[in-house]
């Protein structure tokens, strides 16, 4: 992480889709920023559709290469959306909080004027993650393919049943695997559903990927932390893809083929997130998620 000083003359602004009650703070972004003589664009997938009287709309890919800095104004889920989207276009995210946890977007509404202020005068922490990229294979080449900022899963889809499935890693066999699924998760999703199924918290600094088994038959079947430019690939058995979905960041699945195969790995690209100056990621750990909390109650 470091924290470089720079101004943001164009921002625009994205948000959670079909949700009239973020209205509110995306007028009072709007205002702040032109307060402060930033021109202000919104998301016409999205913010665009508000009602907002006298602002420019832009569909997302023309928004990216206008714009200096995006707010996301929403939840974590806003946010990975908007970063997948928008990651060819080397630019910097801010999340304001309008979710529930909000692990990733890190601004408080009651807290919006004073740390988009300071953003905006260039203090600020500069926060850069590393992305997923999935593949669906098959023997005509790659058929689909989706990124992830969290997390890639392989899980199983209208059964009841374990799903089996072949793992490897950069070439090597790893596992014959009899579960509910298997997560592929970056240090940045390691905080969500791989968290919640058992894995460890991994850093963001940390060029790492972990692979955390779903409800593994076997109890030996433990998570597992490679390193970050491994290639995974999965090999599913005939007849099992109408049970079995790949989605990424629980957002976008893969198409699956009979006989295919799916193969993760690092983007080249990252993203860039920022957080208001007094950002601690250890911090974040207690205040979102009680952690090492000795308290519970």
């Known amino acids: 992480m470091s924290t470089p000083t720079q101004h943001f003359p164009v921002v625009a602004i994205t948000g959670k889709p079909d949700d009239p009650s973020i209205a509110e703070t995306v007028q009072g972004l709007v205002d702040l920023l032109r307060s402060h003589q930033?021109?202000?664009?919104?998301?016409?997938?999205?913010?665009?559709q508000l009602g907002l009287q006298g602002l420019a709309t832009m569909e997302r890919q023309a928004l990216g290469r206008a714009a200096?800095?995006?707010i996301s104004v929403g939840g974590d889920g806003t946010l990975l959306s908007t970063a997948r989207s928008l990651i060819k276009h080397d630019i910097a995210i801010l999340g304001v909080?309008?979710?529930?946890?909000?692990?990733?977007?890190?601004?408080?509404?009651?807290?919006?004027?004073?740390?988009?202020?300071?953003?905006?005068?260039?203090?600020?922490?500069?926060?850069?993650?590393?992305?997923l990229l999935a593949e669906s294979i098959n023997t005509d080449g790659v058929h689909s393919q989706a990124m992830a900022l969290n997390d890639v899963v392989l899980?199983?889809?209208n059964?009841?049943?374990?799903?089996?499935?072949?793992?490897?890693?950069?070439?090597?066999?790893?596992?014959?695997?009899?579960?509910?699924?298997l997560i592929i998760s970056t240090p940045t999703g390691s905080t969500a559903y791989a968290m919640a199924s058992g894995g460890p918290i991994t850093h963001p600094g940390v060029d790492a990927m972990v692979l955390v088994p779903v409800c593994p038959h076997t109890l030996s079947n433990r998570p597992l932390v490679i390193p970050g430019?491994?290639?995974?690939?999965?090999?599913?058995?005939?007849g099992?893809?109408?049970?079995?979905?790949?989605?990424?960041?629980?957002?976008?699945?893969?198409?699956l083929t009979d006989n295919g195969r799916i193969r993760i790995r690092k983007f080249p690209q990252q993203a860039h997130l920022i957080h208001p100056a007094s950002h601690g990621y250890f911090e974040i750990l207690r205040a979102k998620l009680r952690w090492g909390d000795t308290n519970l109650r």
């Open 229 to 238: 430019n491994s290639v995974v690939e999965i090999e599913l058995n005939e």
């Open 38 to 48: 930033r021109e202000v664009i919104l998301d016409e997938q999205s913010t665009g």
């Open 159 to 181: 059964t009841s049943r374990m799903i089996d499935f072949r793992t490897y890693v950069n070439g090597e066999l790893l596992n014959d695997h009899r579960s509910d699924g």
């Open 240 to 255: 099992n893809t109408r049970h079995i979905r790949v989605s990424c960041d629980s957002q976008d699945d893969l198409a």
């Open 97 to 131: 909080n309008r979710g529930r946890l909000g692990f990733l977007v890190d601004v408080s509404p009651a807290r919006l004027a004073p740390e988009l202020e300071a953003v905006l005068a260039g203090h600020y922490v500069r926060d850069d993650r590393t992305l």
């Open 155 to 157: 899980h199983r889809w």
């Open 68 to 70: 200096d800095l995006v």
